[in-house]
Every structure is written in C-alpha cells, then in structure tokens.
C-alpha cells in the first residue's frame, strides 16, 4: 500500500519561503511523475507546479512562476516544492500526487495522478 506524506507546511508571513517535501512508503520499482496541487477555502484544487518521472519537463501554473519550483533528485519521491515570495493569495491545503508512468511528461488533470497524500497546510500572513 502506497501512502504519501507531505510535510513542511506551515504559518509564514507575506515574502518568506517554504520547503514542502513530499515522502512515501511502498512505492514499487517503477518511474514516477509528480505534481503537487492546492486547495484553498471556497475554492477548486488547482495544480500548481508538475515533473515528469526524469525531471526534464516541467509545468508552473501562472501564479506561481517565478515564484516556486518543484525538485527531485530521481524517478522516485521525494518531491520538492521550494516556495518564495510567498503571499497571502498562497493560503491553501498542498497535496503531492504521484503516477507510476513510462511516459516522460508532466501530467496536468487531477485524474491522471494515481496516488496523493493527505496535504499540508500553509498559511501565508499578510
């Protein structure tokens, strides 16, 4: 059984910088892309930056390039996402998803992930 753990939320103020990491256990041999997507209060989730299994491809959503980066250091977990400048508007619920894939590209629809964690909390003060 896979379970994904993200950690490294938490209470900031506008402009400080967060590392959150994505870990798991049970992971089988395999390549794995990732995304990490938010979701604040009242709102949709919404992804917010993706890897593919080899690091080459990249997605950012709009709001955050420039600001976040997302880092892995192979096919497997754990996920970065390195987060500056952080602002008010940044106040959500993160999640880190994983799929086991042999396609080297980033995957954008919540449906093509196939495991997530439980998500942690940031809240950005302004």
């Known amino acids: 059984q896979v379970h994904l753990v993200e950690s490294g939320g938490g209470l900031v103020q506008a402009g400080d910088s967060l590392r959150l990491s994505c870990t798991t256990s049970g992971l089988s041999f395999g390549t794995y892309g990732a995304g990490w997507f938010r979701q604040a209060p009242g709102k949709e989730r919404e992804l917010v930056a993706a890897?593919?299994?080899?690091?080459?491809?990249?997605y950012y959503g709009d709001s955050v390039k420039g600001r976040f980066t997302i880092s892995r250091d192979n096919a497997k977990l754990p996920v970065y996402l390195q987060m500056s400048s952080l602002k008010a508007e940044d106040t959500a619920v993160y999640y880190c998803?994983?799929?086991?894939?042999?396609?080297?590209?980033?995957?954008?629809?919540?449906?093509?992930?196939?495991?997530w964690g439980q998500g942690t909390q940031v809240t950005v003060s302004s």
């Open positions: 998803a994983v799929r086991d894939t042999i396609f080297d590209s980033v995957m954008i629809a919540e449906r093509e992930y196939e495991y």
């Open positions: 890897m593919s299994w080899s690091g080459s491809r990249t």
